[in-house]
């Protein structure tokens, strides 16, 4: 099975700053990754699909790059309701893995 | 407007079958290319993919967890059932439905392009 791994686990940051979160696959998916935000008691949301498309209704200032095993989701400007736990998720090949989060606080 | 709603038991006892059901509005399982996908997250922790099934009947598990889990679609209903013999207290968590759309590429074929619209969720805690 592929794993993915998220890093950082948490990341402290102020409204306004650019934020990175990396995922790294352990072998390559192409295009094949999603990243999805999660708030408290609530269900994900999809942010991204295929690496770099955005879903609609979602704002511009988030985004995402990369191909193959490395991948990257940055917020360009943090705002107070970006403040939530980030997972990317694979759908490369069954098992549809998800990442272990990273919480943005 | 797509829509999707779970259902089931809040409390099982250990060694018990869950049944979850996924009701679902907007979309229909008989249409080409749909399909509807469990994740489920223990308390506190990630989130982790169990199962879909697709318009086609195409149905695909987590490794991982146990065999003699079963996902089964009724289309007349709009329902999608997840079934889980012999529950753990390990099985404990919020368990989500998602629709899904699947997609194709010419380098990997078919894939689930993303789970796109997710259910509220419900939770499931197993203990005796």
């Known amino acids: 099975d592929i794993q993915l791994t998220q890093s950082p686990a948490s990341l402290f940051a102020s409204v306004g700053d650019r934020v990175t979160i990396a995922c790294r696959a352990s072998?390559?998916?192409?295009?094949?990754l999603n990243w999805y935000q999660q708030k408290p008691g609530k269900a994900p949301r999809l942010l991204i699909y295929?690496?770099?498309s955005l879903q609609s209704g979602v704002p511009s200032r988030f985004s995402g790059s990369g191909s193959g095993t490395d991948f990257t989701l940055t917020i360009s400007s943090l705002q107070p309701e970006d403040f939530a736990t980030y997972y990317c998720?694979?759908?490369?090949?069954?098992?549809?893995?998800f990442g272990q989060g990273t919480k943005v606080e | 407007q797509i829509t999707l709603r779970e259902s089931g038991p809040t409390l099982v006892k250990p060694t018990q079958t869950l049944t979850l059901t996924c009701t679902f509005s907007?979309?229909?399982?008989?249409?080409?290319?749909?399909?509807v996908a469990w994740i489920r997250q223990p308390p506190g922790k990630a989130l982790e993919w169990v199962a879909l099934?697709?318009?086609?009947?195409?149905?695909s598990y987590s490794p991982s967890l146990r065999s003699g889990l079963t996902i089964t679609k009724d289309t007349s209903r709009n329902q999608v059932v997840l079934t889980m013999p012999n529950t753990d207290p390990v099985d404990t968590g919020t368990y989500f439905c998602?629709?899904?759309?699947?997609?194709?590429?010419?380098?990997?074929?078919?894939?689930?392009?993303?789970?796109?619209?997710w259910g509220q969720g419900t939770k499931v805690t197993v203990s005796a």
């Open positions: 998602a629709h899904v759309v699947r997609d194709f590429d010419y380098l990997s074929g078919y894939y689930p392009r993303a789970f796109d619209i």
């Open positions: 907007g979309f229909s399982l008989k249409s080409s290319g749909e399909g």
């Open positions: 099934i697709y318009w086609n009947d195409d149905k």
């Open positions: 072998q390559t998916i192409s295009r094949h």
């Open positions: 295929d690496a770099s």
């Open positions: 998720q694979l759908t490369y090949s069954s098992p549809f893995t």
